[in-house]
């Protein structure tokens, strides 16, 4: 007897991939497309209606409040503020895992940040200008180089390297331990 693909194998399948991953409703349905392809390959009985049927299910975990792409956007978002990622590279880290350019800006300016605040976040993380503990200036254009390429403006890239580490550490009240700030 050959085993069909049905909805209820596919929420199934929805179902243990959200518990194991969060995702966005594009993540999610790449999957299940995926998943319908190898069932049709391992000799599974696919019907026509298949992409209906992953849009079924995908619209029954939305109703359900399972999937929402608003609430993945912020809990990516903040990760990747944490990162020191600049305004433009979150959204556009959003737009790559699947969620709408309306729920990506959304998200980004839900949370109170400018991309100055992110430079320095990311000059901390990385021990870039003064955190580097030696000479500084020898390595003064590399550090630019490596905040252009992180996605900043030389004018920030440049105020973000001439604070003192001093400053840095005020805009964020704490000290620095491996990547995880605590109150010092």
Partial sequence: MVKTVSEQYLRTLAEYYLLR??????????????RVKIAAEKGRMVPEDAPQ???????????????????Y???LQKKLQARGYPQQ??????????????????????????????ACLYVRKRKLGRYRGFDAQEY???DLSALARQGFSYAQAKRALTLAAEEIDEIY??????SVFYEG
């Fill in 140 to 142: 003064a254009q590399k």
């Fill in 53 to 71: 049927l992953i849009q079924n299910v995908i619209a029954q975990l939305k109703e359900s409040g399972v999937l929402d792409d608003a609430v």
């Fill in 89 to 118: 590279k979150q959204r556009q880290a959003l737009r790559n895992k699947g969620i709408s350019a309306e729920d990506a800006t959304t998200a980004v300016a839900a949370v109170e940040s400018d991309d100055f605040t992110a």
């Fill in 21 to 34: 991953w969060a995702a966005s409703t594009a993540k999610l349905q790449k999957y299940l497309e995926r």
């Fill in 73 to 75: 956007a912020a809990s």
């Fill in 173 to 178: 009240g704490g000290t620095m331990m491996g």
